[in-house]
């Protein structure tokens, strides 16, 4: 899969949604904007535990949304590792499935910037 095109459609289908349905998208936004600001755990934990969150209900442009903001934060690649890890262990083989995807996704980003 091509993650950085896959990114670009599901960001032009969330602006038709969001064009269909403004007020769905600005009370989500709210809603994001507080939940991601740092305070007992900054925003790069909070990447992590939602790239976790979507490895685990396998929502591939989550996965691919929360790892660009991982990049973004500057997380490693034996963070990444280590978080998919603890994904797999906790998922178990689904998880392993959607973890292969998630550093597919890592490297491919990393590379476009």
């Known amino acids: 899969m091509d993650w950085n095109k896959f990114l670009d459609e599901t960001r032009e289908n969330f602006a038709r949604f969001s064009n269909s349905s403004p007020e769905t998208f ?4 709210i809603m994001g904007k507080e939940a991601k600001k740092s305070g007992a755990l ?3 934990t909070k990447e992590f535990i939602a ?8 929502c591939e442009s989550c996965i691919g949304l929360h790892m660009e903001h991982l990049v973004r934060l500057g997380a490693t690649t034996e963070e990444i590792i280590e978080a998919l890890s603890m ?3 906790m998922g178990g083989g689904p ?4 973890c292969a995807k998630a550093l597919e996704a890592y490297e491919q980003i990393i590379a476009r910037n």
């Open 26 to 29: 600005k009370g989500f936004g």
């Open 42 to 44: 900054t925003e790069k």
């Open 51 to 58: 790239l976790g969150i979507s490895i685990a209900i396998r």
């Open 87 to 89: 994904a797999s262990y």
């Open 95 to 98: 998880s392993i499935a959607y």
